[in-house]
């Protein structure tokens, strides 16, 4: 049972980061790219890095510490990064497409 949950937080993993990566190659100018590999991509890492503390805490039996501190940390700096980006971008006046301009 354990095999297919970890099988299971493996693939969505894959799938969210498979995801991210398509949204940061199509999509088509810096803040729509900003937006889509980080929430995809910190999701699909993050279930890969549960996956290895569910696999490895129960192989060992120990806690895992090691996975589970990386996902705290990829979860607290992926925003802040990516809005530290978005801000950086905004103040260069980096060229948008119309879709993603607030003109209302």
Do not use: C, W
């Not at 099988?7 to 949204?23: C, D, E, N, Q, Y």
């Not at 999701?43 to 549960?50: D, K, P």
């Not at 589970?68 to 530290?84: D, E, K």
């Amino acid at each position: 049972m354990l095999d297919y949950i970890l099988a299971a937080l493996v693939l969505i993993g894959a799938v969210f980061t498979l995801v991210g990566s398509i949204g940061l190659l199509k999509l088509p100018d810096f803040f729509m790219r900003l937006h889509g590999p980080t929430k995809a991509t910190t999701l699909g890492v993050g279930a890969i890095l549960v996956a290895s503390a569910l696999y490895f805490s129960l192989a060992t039996e120990q806690i895992s510490t090691h996975e589970i501190l990386v996902t705290l940390f990829l979860f607290i700096t992926a925003p802040v990064s990516a809005h530290l980006m978005a801000k950086a971008a905004l103040h260069l006046k980096i060229k948008q497409v119309e879709r993603t301009q607030n003109k209302r």
